[in-house]
């Protein structure tokens, strides 16, 4: 019984919250898949798929939804992620997406800008952002 | 091209950019940032120093069991954005080197313009990527391994040049592809010929390109440089033309990965070298083996005949198994524990430098750990 007590308390407390990939209700973006959005998030890629510009928005280290996003989208921990940048930052190749630091901010910035994506707990969905990608 | 003064230049473009305002949402104009290593190693061969690179004068062995020469380093990095197309990055390396000291050092200074959308110029002092991990080969943090295979890695110890360099970038549905081409000149310390202390070439110029499909990484390029001949080991009768062909592969899915890299050089001999290796994250951990061996190599003909002791310098074959794992234990930073078999080839001392005797075909063991961070 132990092993099975022990398996329930790690599935509860791992259970992540249900992210979801935003653009602006304004931008004319509708989908993305998982490798187009990771291309975005980690500098491969400045142009959404039709041509318009890409300008991706980041939540904080250390924060639930930014672990969940990276790990299902790019099948990357927080540690690979940062190993990933600072190969990029330290050889003058690129820099990582703008911080910001929590969901609702996240989702502000995006509503304002067409270009902007981001990813955010899907209950901080509302009206001036578009869901394209439940990953 | 004076590095000195394309120092100094640099700096006031950085003092100025600082002062300017940055809007909230904007990128910062100006980001510091830097990483670095705490490394110590033991080897078990009292003939001779473990030294992971030409530049470094001692390692463990010989010198003293344990030695904290091949792992240590510090580096501070500064990165200015004066607009989209314009950005600078200026980086500063302290590590163990010829003179017996830490005394920092200018590893990248440049200036980057994106001309179109997909291609940019450089020109300073920057990377030359012979390798999958050679723009990053100081920065522990971005590999699983306490530093590359050495048979490998050695082959082209040379970090950056001073160069321009043009990259163009096609991105064709899954499938990216680079193509970086450069030219320049270069200058490297080391400890590894009869007669100098510094290697330095001209009219380098390399083709480099990387395709990135999904998980799978494919590196290759070909460099060519003169090099005057008193560095080698033939004599002194002028300039040398040597070369470089390597390629690379690397799978990395998120939770296991697979590389292999594999160079020639020629220069009045040619030699060859590879490894393999692989390793699996378990949680925060990351267990790895990695193989890896160099060639004995041969003189080409054309030159003056070697002497002896030059044969004997140019015959570094050996191999090595490493075992190693890395840990993940706290944000920004891990800890890694190696441990390696190093097998001497017939004939080889191997790269062990300041040797007191001839160790050939012998087998010594070396056991390392390293703590690396990034800030």
Known sequence: MLPLFLAMVIISTDAYADVVVIVSAKSHVTSLTPEQTARVFLGKANRFPDGGDALPVDQAEGNPVRDEFYAKVAHKNSSQLTA??????????????IELEGGMEVRKAVAKNPNAIGYIDKRDVNKSVRVILEP | MAIGN????LLGIFACVASAEA???????????????????????????????SGIPSGPGRSGAWSTTNDT?????????????LSAVLQIDSEY??????????EFANVKYVFMPNAYIRVGRLALPTFINSENRDVGY?????????????QEPTTHSDSVEVNYHIQAGEVGNSINAIYGKSAIETNDFIKTNELSSKHLWGIFDTVEYGSTTIHAGY????????????????????SNLSVGLQYDPGNWFAMSEWIQHKSTYKTSAMYVSAGYRVKKFTPYLTYAQNNPGSFLPGFPAPTSEAITLANRAQSTVSLGVRWDFMRNTDIKFQYDQVRLSDNSNGFLANTSADVYGQTFHVISTVVDFVF
Request: hydrophobic residues 30%; proline residues 7%.
């Open chain 2, 73 to 85: 380093r510090i580096a501070g990095h500064l990165a200015a954005q004066f607009s989209p197309k």
């Open chain 2, 6 to 9: 394309h120092f100094i230049s």
């Open chain 2, 142 to 154: 971005t590999y699983a391994w306490i530093h590359p295979p050495m048979e490998v890695y050695r």
């Open chain 2, 23 to 53: 809007a909230s949402t904007d990128q910062p104009k100006v980001t510091f940032g830097g990483f670095g290593s705490l490394g110590i190693s033991h080897s078990s061969m009292h003939s001779g120093d473990y030294v992971l690179d």
């Open chain 2, 97 to 106: 080197h010829s003179g017996n000291t830490y005394q920092p050092e200018i």
């Open chain 2, 223 to 242: 460099q060519q440089r003169r090099t005057d001949s008193e560095y080698l080991l033939t004599g002194d009768y002028g300039e040398v033309k040597e």
């Open chain 1, 84 to 97: 990933y940048w600072a190969k990029i930052i330290f050889t003058g190749d690129g820099r990582p997406p």
